[in-house]
Antibody, heavy 121, light 106 residues
Framework: QVQLQESGPGLVKPSETLSLTCTVS????????WSWIRQAPGKGLEWIGY?????????IYNPSLKSRVTITEDTSKNQFSLRLTSVTAADTAVYYC?????????????WGQGTMVTVSS | DIQMTQSPSTLSASVGDRVTITCRAS??????LAWYQQKPGKAPKLLIY???KLESGVPSRFSGSGSGTEFTLTISSLQPDDFATYYC????????FGQGTKVDIK
């Protein structure tokens, strides 16, 4: 079965760039939708954006974060990544990578365990 | 942007109670709505998709209904494992979550 694992620095300085990678095992990232979702401490869930992996991959981002977000894929490593620029304390959160359902619907189906990222000097 | 509003924010209930959580969308989303359960320190878990379809492995005491702008999640008989926070989420346009409903012990 498909499993997802987030990795990346747990501490990022203000104004710098947050970079996280999601490694997918048990299945190919091809022909599926993959999202990043975050959750600030004690708060609700916020969708960041998704990538559809295919011959012509494409991305869709949350309009509120679009200017700072890039999601990319590395099919050779079966990974996809998140890049968030110019971070502030408001970007402190647990970051989840997620696979969407594969047919007939598009809910968030399989979640990684999440990785905590703190923005602090 | 489509806003999702859940009510109540907190719900106190006892084992065996019937529990209903409401989710309202700021515009019609058809039936493109999902419900998730989250326990402290854990990732959310998909319960319901397309407003009323039960995810595989989810107990049948969970059910979803609604379409357009009004949706409900019902737990027919609350079990000890069900004390958690529940989120609705639309996937008609971009993706938006409700603010969550915490179900705690009365």
């Amino acid at each position: 079965q498909v499993q997802l694992q987030e990795s990346g620095p747990g501490l990022v300085k203000p104004s710098e760039t947050l970079s996280l990678t999601c490694t997918v095992s048990g299945g190919s990232i091809r022909s599926s939708y993959w999202s990043w979702i975050r959750q600030a401490p004690g708060k609700g869930l916020e969708w960041i954006g998704y990538i559809y992996s295919s011959e012509t991959s494409y991305t869709i981002y949350n309009p509120s974060l679009k200017s700072r977000v890039t999601i990319t894929e590395d099919t050779s490593k079966n990974q996809f990544s998140l890049r968030l620029t110019s971070v502030t304390a408001a970007d402190t959160a647990v970051y989840y990578c997620v696979r969407h359902q594969v047919a007939g619907s598009d809910a968030f189906h399989i979640w990684g365990q999440g990785t905590m990222v703190t923005v602090s000097s | 942007d489509i806003q999702m509003t859940q009510s109540p924010s907190t719900l106190s209930a006892s084992v065996g109670d019937r529990v209903t959580i409401t989710c309202r969308a700021s515009q019609s989303i058809g039936n493109w709505l999902a419900w998730y359960q989250q326990k402290p320190g854990k990732a959310p878990k998909l319960l319901i998709y397309k407003a009323s379809k039960l995810e595989s492995g989810v107990p049948s005491r969970f059910s979803g209904s609604g379409s357009g702008t009004e949706f409900t999640l019902t737990i027919s008989s609350l079990q000890p494992d069900d004390f958690a926070t529940y989120y609705c989420q639309q996937y008609n346009s971009y993706r938006t979550f409700g603010q969550g409903t915490k179900v705690d012990i009365k």
